[in-house]
């Protein structure tokens, strides 16, 4: 008995215990506990069958038999472990975790210190807090449940995993008014940071920034040190679009002192990204303000200046306003200031880009100014451009290269923008640099604003390795500064290098313009073989042509313009008059009139005027004149042209108004002067007329005499004679004779006697206000006269006799005098009583080159004389008459010195004589002219000659006379 009753138990328990093995396979170390140890036999015996009941249900799923199983069980031995792990394992796996919890709790106090419940209970902790997060994870999107949960159930946190999974829990469950976060307190150190980042991004996502704000500014200092929590945090923040709070809390980290050199300028390229989102540049601006004086290295101030282009966005005044101290920042800063005008920031009020870069300093901008002004350029900043390149122009201390390539830059950006060149840069500009080449950039700069002056002035050294380019630049200023001379030199040295149709065409204009007509005549030839010609050039080489006279080719280029059909305009038929004008005046003067039908033209009336009065057609000529001047009264050739052919016209009044406003219009036209003397002398304006000879001598003066063309010298004399006669009121004259027989002089003072000698002396004043009008003279006269007498003398001082008269000169341009004259004898009975003369003298013949008067021009000239003499005596009814033809020759021997031969033909025929007298006679003489003045020819003039006559029929007795002639004026 006893035997089997040991047996059974054991053998139960050793079943229990294989069931438990089975059961508990794969599961935790205490699930293989003897649940038997400890207990005495009845106990076992006792407790087994519960035991093995209990396990069998949990084999098969009957949770509450093996719960009650194993409570009874565990009551018989409540201090057995293995029991209560047993039925704690009844309430997990039924799903009541929390009840298997309690049960190992309760067991733990009889029980404390027993590994494998500790254990066994950390495993259904484990599992309750999984269950209670995986719940807790499936109400996420219903926020208001998951609240609700997480206010009833805590888990265990066993394990910083599991409390930072909590906290993201309780995070998705919180609002800003409801904030489950700030009261749960962290039991592992290491998710304070989690909670913190959590929180915050609770606060973001519910829209309480300043709150966000405010839990950021108490953010703690060490925590802030790291530098991949800030770069996390900051990157999620910009991630949700907070730039602000980014911001915020980098600036708050600055200056990340514990950060190495690529983590800090990640983190600066945060700051400036987050900034450029952020609409408030307010912390980062005042971290600037505080933190710029705390710059100590290059890398410094780079971060500085980086964060400052960041937080003053297109504020540009503090980033200008900053002194750049590191050399290899200055490229960074300049980058900046052209990311902003490339945005169309401009430079603060006062600031210029000049004066910025004198701040940066000089030495070092040779690259800066390169780039700066190259970029510029590139997004069509150019006035920045252009000011940057001018502050440092010329670049003297730069490598020519750089040199050249920055002056074509100058180049390209007025070629742009000629409005860039202010009067300061031009004077700059026009100063000539060291080489060729940059003396052709500025002249091709100069020349978009057409500154001639500085174009001048850069290529004026006329240096031959200049090309055709430069050379045409210089002849088009020239020209336009009407330095035609130079002009032509330099197109001439333009087609030298470039024999091209264009600066052909130039110098062929210039040319032309200089009235070098062969050189203007030979480059439109080349032009028109180039076929360059437009019709502008067809017309002008015409014009050229024409004006060299070479007709044929005026025809063949006339032909050539007609051919391209060029329009038949004003100027076609103007230059087609002149072609025509050598060959046919009656078609020239068609086609002129053809030309002023389309285009009246003062010039072109001028010309018609001038071929009308080459053909005859004087008051035709005259139309054509006075419809110049309608067209253009300031037109001084017009003006002068019609005085003239008014003058010729006899029309003397108008020729003078014509005259007048000719010399107003052309002071210094001589010919004017002139023909306003001979007007106003022919009108009797006498003091005028001296005052236009005064005019013109001076104006013929301004050379030296020898200088002089023979026109001019005889113009000169005349006009000096023309004034001395207006001048004249007084003349005193002389003249004797002394023969060796009688003889017929037509000097003679007594027409009815026949002197072997006589001598007289005159005294003539001219009367009226004038003296002399228009070559009109009346004078009164008186003179002494005696002769040989009766006495047959050779002295000429007997039968003196006074005669006092009037004479009178009728005709303006003939040489007659009528006289009538009393004739008083002063030896009182010796000589014949008082008589009354008239008398009547013309000279014929002895005018213009056959004058008596002196010539300037030449060793001499031949003169001739008609005179005609006719006397007649009042009281004897007695009458005379003369006639007399000489010629002769003036040799001149020295300045108003000449000796004069002639011959002459002498016919007398007195009333008491039947005989007509005829004589011959040779002679010579010499002459003096003198008294000349600057204005007035010779007033004096004397003679003495010697004369043989020979009568060929007389009624002398004497028929051969040799004769002493003398006499003056003065």
Known sequence: MIKTYLTRPLYQLLAGSLVLCCLFLGAPAWSQSDWSEGLTDRQRFRVFPHVDSGLR???????????????????????????????????????????????????????????????????????????????AAALRAAPAKLREFVLAHRPEVMSPYIESVWLSLLADASTPNNDLLSSYGVEFAQNEGLKRELRLFMLVRGGAIELATQLIAQWPEKALESYGEVE?????????????LAIQMLTRALPWVKASSSDRQALVDRVVLAQARSTD????????????????????????????????????????????????????????????LEAGVPLPTGVSWPALLTRLGRAASTALIESLSYRLT???????????????????????????????????LAQRNAQLLTRADRALLSVPLGSVELRALQAQTLALVSDCAGIVRVLGDWSPAYGAQQWSMLGNCYE?????????????????????????????????????????????????????????????????????NDMKLAGQWLRGYEQIGGQRNARYWALKARWLSGSDKAQAIEAMQNSLALEPSAEHYVELAKWQGEVGQARQAIESLQAAIVLDPDNGAAQAQLGFALYSADDLQDARIHLVSALALRPNDVQVTQQLAYVDQKLGYNADAKYYIEQ????????????????????????????????????????????????????????????????????????????INNGKTVSAYARVFGGSGN??????????????????????????????????????????????????????????????????????????????????????????LIADYRYGYH??????????????????????????????????????????????AYSSRYYIGFEVQGALQTYQSDRVTALLTMGARW
């Open 791 to 880: 006495q047959n003398s050779v002295l000429p001082i007997y039968a003196p006799t006074l005669g006092v008269g009037l004479r009178v000169k009728p005709f303006s341009d003939q040489v007659i005098y009528f006289a009538v004259e009393r004739q008083i004898p002063l030896d009182h009975g010796t000589s014949a009583p008082a008589n009354t003369m008239l008398r009547a003298s013309a000279s014929f013949l002895n005018v213009g080159q056959y004058s008596d008067d002196w010539h300037p021009v030449g060793p001499g000239w031949p003169t001739q004389n008609l005179y005609l003499d006719a006397a007649y005596y009042l009281s004897d009814k007695a009458w005379s």
């Open 57 to 135: 249900a949990l084999e098969q799923n009957r949770f509450d038999k093996a719960r009650s199983e194993f409570e009874r069980a565990a009551s018989m031995v409540p201090d057995n472990p293995v029991i209560a792990l047993y039925l704690a394992q009844s309430y997990a796996d039924a799903g009541e975790v929390r009840q298997a919890m309690n049960v190992l709790d309760q067991q733990l106090q009889r029980t404390p210190d027993v590994e494998m419940l500790v254990d066994a209970r950390d495993v259904y902790a484990q599992r309750l807090t999984e269950d209670l997060l995986a719940q």
């Open 480 to 548: 336009q500064n009407q330095q035609s001379g130079l002009a032509q030199y330099a197109f001439e040295q333009a087609v030298k290098r470039e024999p091209s149709a264009p600066n052909r065409r130039a110098l062929a204009y210039i040319a032309f313009q200089n009235k070098d007509d062969a050189v203007a005549l030979e480059q439109w030839q080349s032009v028109v073989q180039a076929n360059g010609m437009n019709r502008q050039d067809w017309l002008a080489a015409v014009a050229t042509a024409v004006a060299a």
């Open 232 to 244: 996390s945090l900051t990157f999620q923040l910009l991630a949700q679009d907070q730039p602000d």
């Open 281 to 340: 540049q307010g912390a980062l601006q005042a971290y600037l303000q505080r933190q710029s004086a705390a710059i100590k290295s290059a890398s410094d101030e780079r971060e500085w200046l980086e964060l400052a282009s960041a937080a003053y966005g297109n504020a540009l005044g503090p980033l200008v306003a900053h002194e750049v101290v590191y050399q290899e920042n200055r490229q960074l800063f300049v980058s900046q200031l052209l990311q902003r």
């Open 696 to 771: 013109s001598v001076d104006h013929l003066l301004r050379y030296p005499t020898q200088e002089l063309t023979d026109q001019q010298q005889e113009t000169l004399f005349a006009l000096r004679r023309m004034n001395e006669d207006l001048s004249r009121r007084w003349t005193l004259s002389f003249d004797a004779l002394m023969g060796t027989g009688s003889s017929v002089s037509v000097q003679s003072p007594d027409p009815l006697d026949n002197f072997r000698s006589y001598s007289q002396l005159e005294l003539d004043y001219r009367l009226g206000p004038q003296g």
């Open 378 to 412: 590139q997004i069509d900043q150019h006035e920045l451009a252009w000011q940057i390149l001018m502050s440092r122009y010329p670049f003297e201390d730069l490598d020519p290269a750089v040199q050249t390539e920055l002056m074509q830059r100058i180049a390209f």
């Open 891 to 936: 040799h001149k021997t020295a300045m108003g010195q000449t000796i004069q031969p002639y011959a002459r033909v002498v016919t007398q025929k007195i009333s008491n004589e039947s005989t007509v007298d005829i004589r011959v006679g040779a002679g010579v003489r010499w002459n003096l002219w003198a008294n000349e003045s600057r204005y007035s």
